[in-house]
């Protein structure tokens, strides 16, 4: 939150070194997304850095910003287990993942890796969880656009990337497809399945690539290099 403290309420703050050297080596999206906005919201209020408020609201609007996205991921642990059969442990999941001192310390926090778990949320949400709702090409797209949010806050994102990717191939195709070009037993459907699917591929990486395409640009005009 240092750096948004300085630019967004014109503080004096001891900004990180990833962020202060020259060439910085952070991307800002993070520290906006996790702590600008809610500075912002601060600074709307009206209140002024000579305030005697100011202090508390820069400490508590960004823990309640966070613990707000937070409930990103408690709906996709629900999606989840619908889309697996598991409604019925819907309830038991919700109360270990809440009770967790992971989740109770750091997703109530600014941190790189809350704002990475809950972009993980977000594209299990839009992948797995919209399966029966949204179109391939969509969920490919929206994939793509998150996976960048992801990738710029933390790179340990392509990890979770690569897994859930890996999972929408094979829900696209089918187990029994993927295993048949292994023996390579391609069949002429299984063509146009493996066609379909490199078309929506192309979509996600169009999607991811614009995504940061804006972010490079973001960064190149706040950090002005």
């Not at 060439?23 to 919201?41: E, K, M, Q, Y």
């Not at 889309?83 to 750091?106: D, E, I, K």
């Not at 109530?108 to 391939?136: H, K």
């Not at 002429?188 to 972010?215: V, Y």
Request: charged content about 15%.
């Amino acid at each position: 939150p240092e750096p948004m403290a300085r630019d967004i309420l014109q503080m004096q703050a001891t900004i990180p070194w990833e962020f202060a050297q020259q060439p910085p080596c952070r991307s800002v999206i993070s520290a906006g997304l996790t702590s600008g906005i809610p500075l912002l919201g601060v600074k709307l209020l009206g209140l002024s850095p000579e305030s005697n408020w100011v202090s508390t609201a820069i400490l508590l609007a960004p823990r309640i910003w966070m613990v707000a996205l937070s409930f990103i991921l408690d709906n996709a642990i629900v999606q989840l287990c619908e889309a697996c059969g598991l409604r019925s442990h819907v309830q038991s999941t919700l109360l270990v993942f809440g009770s967790a001192w992971p989740g109770l310390l750091m997703l109530s926090r600014p941190f790189s890796n809350s704002l990475e778990a809950v972009l993980l949320g977000a594209a299990l949400i839009v992948t797995v969880g919209s399966r029966d709702r949204a179109g391939t090409v969509q969920r490919w797209r929206r994939f793509g656009f998150i996976s960048a949010l992801g990738v710029f806050t933390r790179f340990t994102f392509v990890v979770f990337g690569a897994v859930i990717s890996s999972w929408m191939v094979v829900d696209a195709l089918g187990l029994t497809v993927v295993q048949r070009s292994f023996r390579r037993e391609t069949r002429a459907q299984d063509w146009q399945l493996w066609r379909k699917l490199a078309l929506d591929i192309c979509e996600g990486a169009a999607a991811f690539l614009a995504a940061s395409a804006a972010i490079v640009l973001t960064d190149s005009l706040y950090f002005g290099t």
